[in-house]
């Protein structure tokens, strides 16, 4: 494997992971009443992320399992790695406490309103916040760069998924930070640095390919499969919900349509 296939799964991982950063922009220089585009965004996201999910990863899945498996194993190993990966990320939200968990849906008002009454505990929320992203970003890492390594068009549209989902949550890390210290360059850095976990996830793949792992298409299937039911999990669990709490009637589910559009659009011209 040549050694700038490696640079940019490395790239293209540090990019889904940075994106935090324009999550925290958005935070502070989007008008706090403009809930028509933060609804619309968070449907978006969640619009490309299951539309990459149903119709590119789960596919590439089962083909993967289907090199080694007859084609009912390989169905049958693709949707347990797919419901182990909502399984892993369920055990992963029981273990952060519900009011630092990202994908608790909290609205940038009650975040707001929160800090005008406790600015130390928004401040908390904050830092514990990033904390916890950074957990859920390291395994996105690991994917998105093995990923990338087997197959670069599902690789990049598993980092866009991944990028635009760390967007809202770049947003959870700089709303209480910005509220509670009035200081954006911290706000903004952290909500950045949180996602370099996602590098780090991507080191730590490259350490087990090159000394101890060797990844077959088998382990492939597999990590395709867990980041499908990840990425549907959050969907659902965090993206919608969160679109609908700025309660803007169909806005939310026009921008789900147009995130599945243009996935479909992207994914069409990637075959041309």
Not at 151 to 168: E, R, V
């Amino acid at each position: 494997m040549g050694n700038n296939h490696i640079l940019l799964a490395f790239i293209v991982t540090t990019f889904a992971g940075l994106s935090t950063g324009i999550g925290a922009a958005m935070a502070f220089f989007t008008k706090r009443n403009n809930k028509k585009f933060l609804s619309a965004s968070l449907g978006f996201s969640a619009g490309v992320m299951i539309f990459v999910s149903f119709v590119e990863i789960w596919s590439e899945s089962n083909s993967l399992f289907n090199e080694n498996f007859p084609e009912h194993l390989a169905f049958l190993y693709t949707m347990l790695s797919f419901f182990g990966g909502i399984l892993l990320i369920l055990i992963i939200d029981r273990l952060i406490p519900s009011y630092e968990n990202p994908h608790d849906v909290k609205s940038i008002d009650d975040l707001e309103k929160v800090s005008l009454d406790e600015g130390a505990k928004l401040k908390r929320l904050g830092i514990f916040t990033a904390f916890a992203i950074a957990i859920h970003n390291f395994p996105e890492g690991i994917a998105t760069f093995a990923s990338m390594l087997n197959d670069p068009t599902i690789g990049f549209s598993i980092a866009i998924a991944i990028a635009l989902h760390n967007i809202p949550e770049g947003i959870a890390i700089a709303v209480p930070l910005y509220h509670s210290t009035g200081d954006r360059k911290k706000s903004f850095w952290l909500s950045l640095l949180s996602g370099m976990a996602e590098p780090l996830g991507a080191v730590f793949a490259f350490l087990l390919m090159s000394l101890f792992v060797e990844f077959t298409s088998t382990t492939y299937g597999i990590i395709y499969g867990v980041v499908d039911g990840i990425m549907v999990f959050i969907s659902l669990d965090e993206l919608l919900p969160a679109a609908k709490e700025y309660n803007m009637g169909h806005i939310a589910v026009y921008g789900l349509i147009a995130g599945m559009i243009a996935m479909g659009v992207s994914m069409f011209l990637f075959m041309l």
